[in-house]
C-alpha cells in the first residue's frame, strides 16, 4: 500500500458520515456480544468460562456505502447506508444494494454512490474484493475507513480515506490502496445535531456538575490544541524568516489571510458591541436579583401579615398592610 494519493482529489467529510459508521457498529457489536447469563452449575462450567475469557470474540467489521457528490476535483462526502457482505465468499447482497441505491435516489436525487466503508485498524487485502465490485457503479471508488478503537494520545480522527491506483509489482499491474487526505465540512444542521448530541445526559445519571466538567474538559482540550498548533506555525514562520526552511508563498498567503482577520476583533465596533452586551447581560442579571429579592420580601411579609393577624384577633389590634 502506497503512502499517499497522488489523483489530486480534494475530499470533504461530512460528520453524518462519521456518526452512521460509529453507530452501526455499536449495534453490530452489541447483538454479537450480549451481556453473559450466569450458570447455575459454576463448577462445572468454570473451566468452560475461563477458556470463554481467555479467547474472547474478534471485533466485528461492518460494511456500506458512502454516497454524495463530486465537483471537479472536489468529492464531497454527505451520507451513507448499509450493506449486506458475506465475508466467507467475498460477495455483496446486489439486490439490497440496488434497493438502497434506488430509495436514496428518490430522496436525494443529486446523490451518487462514491465508494463504501468498513472498520478496523488498516486496509486488508480481502478489501480489495469489495472494492472491485463497486467498480461497476464507480469506476473509482473510494474506500472510507473508521478505526473503532480507542487510542487517548490520538489527536486526529480515526478515520482514513483510502483511494485504488495501479501499480506495476514485480511486473505485475496490480490495483492498491493509497491513502488521501481529507477535510471536514459540516452544514448548519450538522452543526446544530453534533452539538445536541455532546449535550446529551450521560447514560449512567450524571449530575449536572459532571456535565459540566466534561464540557470544560472539551474546551480545555480544544484550546491546547489550538495553542499547540499555533506554536508549531510560529516556530516555523520562524525558522522559514531565519532561512532554515525553504519559503513557502502558498503558506505565507494562507497565514496572510488568517491574519487579516484579526484587526476585525480589535476594531471599534466590536468593542462598542461587545460593551453593549456585557451591559446588557449586567442589567439582566441586576433584574433578576431584584425579581428575588422583591419575590423574597413579599413572602416575608405574607407570612408577618397572617402571624400578626392571628395574635390581632385575640389582642384586638390591627394588621400591619
Known amino acids: 500500500m502506497a503512502s499517499s494519493s497522488s489523483s489530486g482529489l480534494t475530499f470533504k467529510l461530512h460528520p453524518l458520515v462519521i456518526v452512521n459508521i460509529s453507530d452501526h457498529y455499536t449495534r453490530v457489536k452489541s447483538q454479537m456480544n450480549p451481556p453473559a447469563v450466569p450458570s447455575l452449575n459454576n463448577n462445572s462450567n468454570s473451566n468452560s468460562t475461563n477458556g470463554a475469557d481467555v479467547m474472547a470474540p474478534l ?147 450524571g449530575s449536572a456538575a459532571t456535565q459540566l466538567a466534561a464540557h470544560l474538559t472539551g474546551i ?29 508563498n502558498s503558506l505565507l498567503r494562507q497565514v496572510s489571510s488568517l491574519l487579516r482577520r484579526l484587526p476585525a476583533i480589535e476594531s471599534g465596533k466590536f468593542q462598542d458591541d461587545f460593551l453593549m452586551e456585557y451591559n446588557d447581560t449586567l442589567l439582566i442579571t441586576y433584574l433578576a436579583m431584584l425579581t428575588n429579592c422583591s419575590s423574597a420580601m413579599n413572602e416575608l411579609v405574607d407570612k408577618f401579615n397572617t402571624a400578626y393577624d392571628r395574635h390581632s384577633r385575640r389582642g384586638g389590634r390591627t394588621a400591619f398592610m
Open 59 to 205: 471485533p466485528p467489521r461492518v460494511y456500506g456505502c458512502v454516497i454524495g457528490v463530486q465537483r471537479g476535483r472536489t468529492v464531497e462526502i454527505f451520507n451513507s447506508f448499509e450493506l449486506l457482505y458475506d465475508p466467507s465468499t467475498h460477495s455483496l447482497d446486489r439486490s439490497f444494494l440496488e434497493k438502497k441505491q434506488e430509495l436514496y435516489k428518490k430522496v436525494f436525487p443529486h446523490f451518487y454512490v462514491l465508494g463504501w466503508y468498513s472498520t478496523g485498524s488498516d486496509a486488508q487485502e480481502s478489501d480489495m474484493h469489495i472494492h472491485k465490485a463497486l467498480m461497476d457503479i464507480n469506476e473509482s471508488p473510494v474506500y472510507v475507513l473508521l478505526n473503532p478503537s480507542i487510542n487517548h494520545a490520538q489527536k486526529d480522527l480515526p478515520v482514513t480515506i483510502y483511494e485504488s491506483e495501479l501499480h506495476v509489482i514485480d511486473g505485475i499491474p496490480q490495483l492498491i490502496f493509497v491513502r488521501s487526505s481529507y477535510t471536514i465540512e459540516t452544514v448548519e444542521a450538522e452543526r446544530i445535531s453534533v452539538d445536541h448530541v455532546a449535550h446529551l445526559k450521560p447514560s449512567d445519571g
Open 220 to 248: 480545555h482540550s480544544a484550546i491546547k490544541m489550538l495553542h499547540s498548533r499555533i506554536k508549531v506555525l510560529h516556530h516555523y514562520l520562524l525558522a522559514m524568516q531565519k532561512g532554515d526552511v525553504p519559503c513557502e
